[in-house]
């Protein structure tokens, strides 16, 4: 699977409208240009831009828990169904905007070396967590797909700060409200504060980590994985990465992703 993070060359925020008539006095940082029934979804912490009490923050309308057979399906079908969602970790909530999908027979998935400790996770059940470590330092979040014992699993590329933007920064030692601050891989580990101890964890139950319904992008944009060059020549050219058109939240290289 993929490498380290990645660094988005993009320093605008993505826009949604607020969901409630309270205003804060300082600008909030704005979510991922997704819509539900033609409208904006979301709105974020302003607690990080300027003194605004916690009380005062505004959360977009989350939707219910996943459940675990949304997660049976293949990879390549499972990732940009992902797009949108939403992953929950106490305060801390991300929306996803890019991801890439890992299949069975796929040479740069770590299926390919079969069940081992490390692997072992990935070929559990749908909608489970696949959590491995990357140069030593970074954390890649997985979502398992398909049936158990398959072995296939979407890497969480980038995402969007929906809430808990001062707690994500303090993870990620940033004091930003920019794209750097999510776009790549280990860049969403460390702000949900993971680690390989996750593996195995049902992101369909309640409490700890779980993914939620959210909007279905407008538009996708797709394109070859990333970090993938050890694999056959057919894998490191399919258009298996996926993302959320019109939003600065992806990782880079962005120039290899097109309209759907």
Same mark, same amino acid.
């Given at each position: 699977?993929? *490498? ?6 993009s320093t605008t925020p993505p826009r949604f409208k607020r969901t409630a008539t309270r205003r804060c006095s300082k600008k909030a940082i704005k979510a991922v240009g997704s819509k539900t029934n033609g409208e904006d979804v979301g709105v974020e912490d302003s607690s990080v831009v300027g003194?605004? $009490?916690? %009380? ?28 949108? /969602?939403?992953?929950? %970790? ?11 999908? =890992? ?14 400790? %490390?692997? #072992? ?6 909608? @489970?967590?696949?959590? =491995?470590?990357? =140069? ?36 990620? !030692? ?25 593996? @195995? ?5 309640? *409490? ?5 319904? !959210? ?7 797709? *394109? $070859?994985?990333?970090?993938?060059? =050890?694999?056959?020549?057919? @894998?490191?050219?399919?258009?298996? %990465?996926? #993302?959320? #058109? ?7 290289? /962005? ?6």
């Amino acid at each position: 699977m993929t *490498g380290g993070a990645r660094t988005s060359t993009s320093t605008t925020p993505p826009r949604f409208k607020r969901t409630a008539t309270r205003r804060c006095s300082k600008k909030a940082i704005k979510a991922v240009g997704s819509k539900t029934n033609g409208e904006d979804v979301g709105v974020e912490d302003s607690s990080v831009v300027g003194p605004v $009490p916690r %009380r005062l923050l505004l959360l977009p309308q989350l939707g219910s828990i996943l459940p675990r057979k949304f997660f049976e399906i293949d990879s390549l079908d499972l990732a940009p169904r992902l797009l949108g /969602k939403y992953l929950r %970790r106490d305060d801390v909530v991300l929306q996803i905007t890019e991801v890439e999908a =890992y299949r069975p027979n796929d040479s740069a998935c770590h299926g390919r070396v079969g069940i081992t400790p %490390r692997t #072992a996770p990935l070929f559990g059940p749908g909608g @489970h967590a696949y959590v =491995y470590l990357c =140069y030593g330092m970074h954390m890649m979040l997985n979502v398992v797909a398909d049936k158990e014992g398959v072995g296939a699993a979407v890497l969480i590329r980038s995402c969007a700060p929906i809430s808990g933007l001062e707690e994500i920064q303090e993870r990620r !030692g940033q004091k930003t409200d920019k794209p750097i601050l999510l776009t790549g891989p280990g860049k969403v580990g460390q702000a949900l504060g993971i680690s390989t101890d996750w593996s @195995h964890h049902p992101l369909y139950e309640s *409490g700890g980590l779980e993914i939620l319904d !959210g909007p279905e992008p407008e538009n996708i944009l797709i *394109g $070859p994985r990333v970090g993938i060059d =050890y694999a056959l020549p057919e @894998h490191v050219s399919a258009p298996w %990465r996926f #993302a959320i #058109a019109d939003t600065p939240w992806i990782s880079a290289p /962005k120039n290899t992703l097109k309209p759907r």
